[in-house]
């Protein structure tokens, strides 16, 4: 699922191709892709955008009569741009927004279609979309830490939960729990001191890295490569590949659709976090440090 940075990378390439821009006509394709009735989504047509914004993991189209479209693209959602002189080569896509400098698509990967597109008729209906996350580039250590021991979670849940914190998912989660050297299932209220300046340097310094990665990394171009797995990733998507910190192997967590990775000398003290589904087969066999792990019998 797209999230902080890559929404980010999402709204800069929009701002120079379609602000100012007047909505020729809209092509909505998978009528399951449009979640509201009022106003018709036709009511964007023949007006301009006029603002962009993030709401959490979702973007929101304004338009100069107070019409507002809102993409959430989900986990396999993803937006295309392409100019006038290409759109003879427009793949198939569920949402088509024709302007008159090129055309911008919403495609969903798989056959389960989660993404969606909600039109609201002003911009106080935004608020709806707002899970009440904190902003975290703009905040500062004291509501950092304020925000997130409100409740008492795993630090997983806490950076992942959108009512905590905003536009950070389980990518992002991974790395900055791993440049934080805290374990994933560490509960929010056991951390000391040091650990919470820690972890609060190393959401702000993950999340502003990446964005200037992804910047550099279009330089212009319409981000066409937005992924959750990124080679240059420290433990998220590598499970089985060495930690660039201490070429530990990379461990992981899997549950539901997600799976959480992480380094067990970093993170854990070399301890290895219980895999529901394959301590539950191993039971005494599961090893329970990753020396055990890498020797491959219990010591």
């Known amino acids: 699922m797209p999230e902080l940075p890559d929404i980010g990378a ?5 701002q120079s191709r379609i602000v100012g821009r007047s909505l020729k006509r809209v092509l909505l394709k998978n009528p399951f892709l449009l979640r509201t009735a009022e106003p018709p989504v036709q009511a964007c047509e023949g007006h301009e955008v006029i603002a962009l914004r993030r709401i959490g993991k979702r973007i929101a189209l304004g338009f100069d009569n107070d019409i507002w479209m809102v993409l959430h693209l989900m986990i396999a959602g993803r937006l295309h741009w392409y100019p006038t002189e290409r759109s003879s080569r427009i793949r198939a896509a569920l949402l088509y927004l024709e302007f008159s400098n090129g055309t911008l698509t919403l495609t969903e990967a798989g056959t389960k279609r989660r993404a969606s597109l ?4 002003d911009a106080s209906a935004l608020q709806d979309f707002d899970r009440g996350g904190l902003e975290v580039l703009e905040a500062d250590f004291a509501t950092f830490r304020a925000k997130l021991s409100e409740r008492n979670h795993t630090l997983k849940r806490a950076l992942t939960d959108p009512t905590i914190l905003s536009g950070i998912g389980n990518a992002y989660s991974d790395e900055i729990l791993h440049r934080a050297r805290l374990s994933p299932m ?5 951390l000391e001191d040091v650990e919470w300046h820690r972890l609060f ?6 999340l502003i890295e990446w964005i200037d990665r992804l910047t550099h ?18 433990v998220h998507g590598r499970f ?13 967590i899997r549950y539901a659709d997600n799976e959480t990775n992480y380094c067990p000398r970093c993170q854990t003290s070399g301890k290895l976090l219980a895999d529901r589904a394959l301590s539950r087969l191993l039971k005494s066999d599961w090893p329970k440090s990753v020396e055990e792990w890498e020797s491959g019998r219990k010591g």
């Open 10 to 14: 999402y709204l800069a390439a929009l």
């Open 217 to 234: 990394e279009n330089q212009g171009a319409f981000p066409e490569k937005v992924t959750a797995f990124r080679d240059d990733m420290a």
């Open 118 to 121: 909600h039109v609201v008729s």
């Open 186 to 190: 560490t509960q929010t209220k056991s």
């Open 240 to 252: 089985g590949k060495p930690c660039p910190v201490c070429g530990t192997t990379i461990q992981r």
């Open 201 to 206: 340097e190393a959401t702000q310094s993950t």
